[in-house]
């Protein structure tokens, strides 16, 4: 089994980034001895704790959120069926490279990856206060992956005549 750069380009990026999600994990502690205010004045300053500033709640996905990605997932299934049934129909994929799509276990790895991925950059969206534009991108998404799958299952094969 021949590995192609773009696997090799693919596993590299997803572990730049594994391991920047690792790094900026990690919490740097404050130094112990701070320095306090000064004050020229008579009045002595009085040491405070440092104020607690209360984050905005995150926001989190609805069951609409939800439901949208598991179509995603589902459309990404039905494509790497009505795919593989197009392609054994003698037909040829027309996005993606060849060798993507003849080696079964390359295939189902990219079309969880491209699951993965939505799914992800949906959830950042969301995280970041952008949940219209994550449910747009979902459905448009959505939308056109539906309509690769019908195509896949309503085109003929083509039978190559033999002689």
Do not use: K
């Given at each position: 089994m021949t590995w192609g750069r773009w696997?090799?380009?693919?596993?590299?990026?997803?572990?730049?980034?594994?391991?920047?999600?690792c790094t900026s994990a990690s919490a740097e502690s404050a130094p112990a001895d701070s320095n306090l205010p000064y004050s020229s004045s008579l009045h002595p300053v009085i040491a405070v704790a440092p104020a607690r500033i209360a984050l905005p709640q995150q926001?989190?996905?609805?069951?609409?959120?939800?439901?949208?990605?598991?179509?995603?997932?589902?459309?990404?299934?039905?494509?790497?069926?009505?795919t593989r049934r197009a392609l054994a129909g003698g037909a040829r994929e027309v996005v993606l490279p060849q060798w993507v799509v003849a080696n079964r276990s390359t295939f189902i790895a990219f079309e969880g990856l491209a699951t993965a991925g939505e799914v992800s950059g949906s959830m950042w969206l969301i995280r970041h206060g952008h949940r219209r534009m994550a449910?747009?991108?979902?459905?448009?998404?959505?939308?056109?992956?539906?309509?690769?799958?019908?195509?896949?299952?309503?085109?003929?094969?083509?039978?190559?005549?033999?002689?």
């Amino acid at each position: 089994m021949t590995w192609g750069r773009w696997t090799f380009i693919a596993v590299g990026l997803l572990l730049l980034c594994f391991l920047l999600a690792c790094t900026s994990a990690s919490a740097e502690s404050a130094p112990a001895d701070s320095n306090l205010p000064y004050s020229s004045s008579l009045h002595p300053v009085i040491a405070v704790a440092p104020a607690r500033i209360a984050l905005p709640q995150q926001q989190r996905p609805h069951l609409l959120d939800d439901a949208l990605y598991a179509w995603i997932a589902g459309y990404r299934a039905f494509d790497y069926l009505s795919t593989r049934r197009a392609l054994a129909g003698g037909a040829r994929e027309v996005v993606l490279p060849q060798w993507v799509v003849a080696n079964r276990s390359t295939f189902i790895a990219f079309e969880g990856l491209a699951t993965a991925g939505e799914v992800s950059g949906s959830m950042w969206l969301i995280r970041h206060g952008h949940r219209r534009m994550a449910r747009t991108v979902n459905t448009v998404s959505i939308g056109l992956g539906v309509r690769t799958v019908v195509h896949n299952y309503t085109e003929p094969f083509v039978v190559p005549l033999q002689l």
